[in-house]
Structures are given as C-alpha cells and as structure tokens.
C-alpha cells in the first residue's frame, strides 16, 4: 500500500489560523521530507529530516518526527492566503534505495483571505 | 543560478507516437531523478541515475519506458508507443553528489504535462 500516507485529504482555514498537517509511514526512513505544489506547479522543497532528529524549524514552518509511531508532522504558523498549495510528504530510505522518495497522496491546503 | 530545467512543458502526441522529455539538473548536481504524477495523486518514483548509469528503476514499467542520462546533454525520459493511460505530468529531480551534505535533498523541475490523445 502507499508509503507515507497523510492526513488530513483536505483543509479549510482561514488567514492566520495555524494549519497542521500528518504524515505516516510504514517501513523504516532515513529522512523525511515536506514539499509544497502550487497547482499545475512543480515542487518545491521545504524541509528534511532526518531519522535522528525530532523537530525542525524554518521560518514558519516546524516539522516534528516520531520514529516510534512512523509519523510526522508539518505546522504552518500564521497562515496566509499564499500557502495555499498541495503539501506532501515523501519518504527517504537509506542503504542503495537513498535516491528513492516515496510521496504520499497529499494534503490540499486552502487558506481563505 | 538556474534550477532544473524540463523541456518540452508540455507534450501531445497521438496514441503510438514516441514521447521524448529532456531534463537539465541543477549545476553542479550528478543524480537525476524521473517521477510520474497522475491527476489527483501522488508522485509516483520511475528512476534513478546517475551520469551514463541507472541506479535504480524499479518504478519503470517493464514495456515501452526507457531512461538515459549521457556523459553529455541532458537525462531522456522516452516513452514509445504512447497509450493513453500514459497521460501525466512526468517530473524529475536532481540532488548534490554524495559528498554533500544536503545529498538527500531533491530539487526539482516545472514538470512535462504529456497528453494522449
């Protein structure tokens, strides 16, 4: 089945709100990553984690990782009507399959002004 | 400094015609990755190379799909015998050489939107 799930499929909010965002997975990582997709756009890389790390920052943007429970998280902060985008989660392994990401379905994120 | 660059943005071509898509990895970037993303979905991993060698493709269809990326010029996405279902925007990456320290981090291109009619 697919490899870093997320959830929620979809979210509403409103300018300023905080937006989180989850992704689970199911084999072991390496490195966790976040990227955005404005529509009909490529991606653009937000954030890497790795299997080590817990949290990370940037910006408005912090991403926690739990090894334990296959999981992580992106929290947008102070959101605006300009993150509105595709957000997705895509999972690194390690050893000869480190150039492998595996994306999960997304999260459609909208932020009303 | 310019990112990845994908030509053409976007392709027809009628059922069995021949699909070529060109990538041109960031400077300085010796791995190139090949990801297809159908409508409403997820990118999906097809392939993994490096400069004259494929790493990695076990996400390529067995029939019709091939992959290069030449000492010179940029990596080739050809897909022969385009059926319809082959409808998608096809992405690639590329990431630093292995001595770098953001060697994880894929960065990657517009994408080519191909159509089969």
């Known amino acids: 089945s697919q490899q870093g799930e997320e959830d929620p499929q979809a979210l509403s909010i409103q300018e300023g709100e905080n937006a989180t965002m989850n992704c689970s997975y199911k084999?072991?990582?390496?490195?966790l990553q976040w990227y955005r997709q404005n529509s009909g756009r490529g991606l653009v890389h937000l954030i890497l984690?790795?299997?080590?790390?817990r949290e990370k920052h940037s910006g408005r943007l912090r991403v926690t990782l739990d090894t334990s429970k296959k999981s992580s998280s992106l929290l947008i902060t102070a959101s605006r009507a300009a993150d509105t985008a595709s957000y997705f989660c895509?999972?690194?392994?390690?050893?000869?399959?480190?150039?492998?990401?595996?994306f999960g379905q997304g999260t459609i994120l909208t932020v009303h002004p | 400094n310019a990112g990845v660059m994908q030509n053409p943005r976007h392709l027809v071509r009628r059922r069995g015609q021949e699909a070529r898509l060109r990538c041109s990895p960031m400077?300085?970037?010796?791995?190139v990755y090949w990801y297809r993303q159908l409508p409403e979905e997820g990118l999906k991993f097809m392939v993994y190379l490096q400069k004259e060698n494929i790493i990695d493709e076990s996400g390529m269809p067995k029939e019709r799909f091939s992959a290069e990326f030449p000492k010179e010029g940029p990596s080739i996405l050809r897909i022969q015998q385009v059926v319809r279902g082959d409808s998608a925007a096809y992405f690639c990456a590329s990431s630093p050489p292995l001595a770098s320290s953001s060697y994880n981090e894929q960065f990657f291109g517009p994408g080519t939107r191909l159509t089969v009619l």
């Open positions: 895509a999972r690194g392994a390690g050893g000869t399959s480190y150039g492998k990401l595996t």
């Open positions: 400077k300085g970037h010796s791995h």
């Open positions: 084999t072991s990582i390496n490195n």
């Open positions: 984690i790795r299997s080590n790390e």
